[in-house]
Each structure stands twice: as C-alpha cells, then as structure tokens.
C-alpha cells in the first residue's frame, strides 16, 4: 500500500491547474468550452529570446549549471534591478529558480518552522498558503475588502502580526484583483514593519511589467530602503515576457537567506535549465518594446472586459490596475436558483453553473479567500472576452 507523507495532506492542488484541466476533459468530450481562467499571456514567446536559446544549444550550453543560476544570468538580473528599480544586489544575493513559483518556495522551505505564521493578505495568489503549509507554518489571513480597493491597510497588519511572524507575503500588482501599491502605500506598511524586525517581507513583482495607465510600480526594498535587509524581491520572466513554459524566476535578498535558498536547490533540482537561462537573459538585456506592446494590447482588454462585466445585472468589478485578471462581485446573485434548483451561495455554485449552462470556465474567488468573488483572466482575444461576458450575462439571466 502506498503511503502518502503527512505534509502532503496539508495541501490541496493548485485550483487553477485543475480548472484548466476541467476545460480540457469536456472539450475532449465535444463541449465548446470557453476558458478565461488562463494565468499566462496567450501571445508567443518573442522571436530574439527563442533565438537565444536555440544558440546556446547549438554552442553546447547544455549541462548543469550553478546551482543558484549562471553568472551571466544573475548579471543580467542584477542589471535589471539596478536599472529598472534602483536596487544594488550583488551575485551573491540573487538566486534563479525554476519559475518565481520555486524561489518563493525555497524561502519559505528555508526559514518557516512548525507552527510559524506567514501574513497572507486576502484576496491571495492560491500557492502562499499552500506552501506555507507544506512548510509547516500558518498561514495567517487578513481580509483586505474591496472596498479598501484589496490592498493591505497598515492597521490591519499591525493586529496581525503576533511574536511567531516570519513572513509578509505582499504581491504587487496582485494575482487576482489586480491591486497594484503606490510607494506611499508600501511606506506605511513599512512603518508598521518597522517595529517588528522579526518579520521578513516576501514581495512577489511578478506582474510588474503588466501595469495600466499612470500607475506607477513600487516595490518595498526600494520604497523603503532600510528594510531591504529583510526583504527578498521575487520575479521572473514568465508573464512579462511570455515564458511561463521556460520556468525562470529570481529572488534577491540578503546573501544569508539567499545561500540556504541554494542549498535547498542543490538537493532538488540542481538548478533552473541551462538553455532556458540563456533565453532568460536576452530577455532581460534585449529589446523591451514588446513588454509596452503587449501591455496596450492587455489595457484595452481590460478595459473592454471591465465594461462589458460592469454591465451585467448583479455583476461589480473595480478597474485593475495591474496583472490580467479582473476580479469580479457575484454576491448580490447569491439566493436566486438555477433552471435546475440549485440555489447560489457563493462563488462555487455560480462558477459551477457558468461551466454547465454556458460552457464557461472561471475560477472561484474561494480558491483566492474570497468567495464572494470570481475571477476572469483577460489574457485571451477580444472576442473572446466579449464572447465570455455575452455567456455571463445569459447564465445570469436563466437565474430566478
Ligand atoms: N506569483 C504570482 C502572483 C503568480 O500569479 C504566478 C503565476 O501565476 C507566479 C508567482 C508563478 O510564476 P512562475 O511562472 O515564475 O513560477
């Protein structure tokens, strides 16, 4: 018989895996599904970058590397701090992993014991709590209502923070609702990290580069210098650049936490893909007009969806500041039935009803500690949005 370890049992697979799953079995059963629950870009990875991997295959740059990613790489990397975010790290102070998903997973594996509490503002990304789970620690909830625009409010930290805080997880702008901090916001939230050196800030940049209209990007080491010491700045190359399929992300933090983080790396997977490494650094040295490109292809997007949703009876979305997703109210649909009796108590049952009466896949804001909420990745056509709303409005419709 085969017997599952304990701390396996602590988590649950990743939601949005599983609903892309979901899509795929009943479009292998003839159902034209529609899927708007994508957390990547649906454009190509540029043409310069697969080119440079396809060179450093050809000039044999296919065995292991450094554990904690090559030289060149973490160069570019800390080119790219420098530049673009006023942040010195030196080589030692980087990490690459395979995607962001693995460094926040290092560090969390690397400083949280039993019973240790990791601050995880809700709506969240689904991996935080999971991981801090498999870690062994709590995960430590704070609402973070729409109607303060989902953002951390400095007081609300303050009474979440006990004597067992390792970890702030801050993700900027957020996976799902979009809710991007200025530097003042940070500022404050820094006042109140201020007085509890025993907590460590996680800031998650990976949707940095998807940012609308003035809003401008502000991350915590930078916002407030003198807690970079305990802050580790995470990003990657998936969602800026269209890689998530290469699986690079980088952490750069201070070099005592960084070299636990490889040596965790050096007895998992030896470190991140030698040729994905090479295509990770055109990415961050080359040309970036492609990043803006795709960024006024995902503002008007967004701003089509938003319309289109907002007009919809018993639907309310805020406008994203940042990242793809729209995060959207269906509470005030909660208490009306579907054409087969099934009453709508939370987002479960009305994204269930989406998938069966409309051929709709959305995810459940449950899955992001929210389940009031769903969200919607507009990271797919136009048409595809439009056509996504029409099928919301009629499963809102068949609702009495
Ligand atoms: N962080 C957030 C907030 C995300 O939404 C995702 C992917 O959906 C990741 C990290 C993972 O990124 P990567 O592909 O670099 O592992």
New binding site residues.
Partial sequence: MLHIAPRLHRIKPSP?SMAGQRARELRALGRDILSLTA??PDFETPEHIKEAATRAMAAGQTRYTDVGGTPALKEAIAAKLQNENGLNYAPGEIIVG?????V?FNALMCTVAAGDEVIVPAPY?V?YPDIALLAGGVPVFVDCPAANRFKLQPADLERAITGKTRWLML?SP??PSGATYTRTELQALAEVLRRHPQVWILT?D??EHLIYGDVEFATMAQAAPDLKDRTLT?N????AYAM?GW???YGAGPSELIKAMVKLQSQSTSGPNSIAQAAAIAALAGPQDIVAANRREYQQRRDTVVAALNAIDGIHCQVPEG?FYVFASCSALFGLCTPKGVEIGSSDDWIMHLLDAQDLAALQGSAYGVPTHFRLSFAASTEQLLEGCRRIARARNELV
């Fill in positions: 949005s957390g990547e395979t995607g962001a998903k693995q926040i990304w991996s993700n957020n996976n998650d990976i949707y995470v990657g190359v998936s969602k998530t699986r690079i992300g990242a």
